[in-house]
């Protein structure tokens, strides 16, 4: 009854949960997708006077209130996919781009929020056909909150991703410059190949191999 050897080397301890790539990636890409899904939502509740137009309340979405959190959260869910193969440097330009796209996401959806009217001024000249805003009132909702909040998000997750990043590892096929370590398996195969070789070269020259 065989017993294990002693000098199996120890298990590696586990990667804390908040360090793995894929619990980093799929945060961010919560975060991204959050911003972007908010712009789908109304954002901007409109009411035109009723002696001006035939429907006197119109829906803002967030795409047309802020064009740019749409924009900025697609930068920031194709850098959160990249960060899944992404190296050592790529993580720092990904995380600079993940600042930059947040730091937007951010700031375009709290414009919206403190001035709703000046966001939904397109969609109110394109109604009444003229510029002008008398009895006309906009109320915002809570979406550009959300973005703007999901915007911080991706802030943190760039910041995560850096620190994470510290204690992932490349995996590689191959060692260039370094010769792999011979296992006993291994050179037994290479002196079974290197038999048969030699009784190959010995029967080429007609000399009996096994004698």
Do not use: H
Request: with cysteine; glycine share 10%; hydrophobic share 50%.
């Amino acid at each position: 009854m065989s017993s294990r050897p002693a000098s199996d080397p120890p298990a590696a301890p586990r990667t804390p949960a908040l360090r793995r790539r894929g619990v980093v990636v799929l945060g961010t890409v919560v975060a991204a997708l959050a911003a972007f899904g908010s712009t789908t939502q109304t954002w901007l509740s409109v009411t035109l006077p009723q002696t001006a137009v035939q429907t006197p309340a119109i829906q803002v979405p967030g795409s047309e209130a802020a064009t740019a959190v749409t924009a900025f959260a697609l930068v920031g869910l194709a850098a959160a996919l990249a960060a899944s193969i992404a190296g050592r440097v790529a993580r720092f330009i990904i995380a600079a781009i993940l600042t930059v796209a947040g730091v937007g996401i951010a700031f375009s959806s709290i414009a919206v929020a403190t001035d709703p009217a000046s966001s939904a001024a397109p969609a109110i000249g394109e109604a009444l056909g003229v510029t002008g805003q008398d009895g006309v009132s906009v109320a915002g909702t809570a979406m550009p909150w959300l973005a703007a909040l999901a915007g911080t998000a991706l802030v943190v997750c760039a910041v995560w991703l850096i620190v994470a990043g510290r204690s992932w590892r490349t995996a590689r096929r191959y060692q260039s410059g370094k010769e792999q370590p011979v296992t006993p398996e291994g050179a037994a195969k290479t002196d079974a190949n290197g038999d048969e070789i030699d009784s190959w070269d010995s029967l080429s020259r007609g000399e009996d191999p096994t004698g």
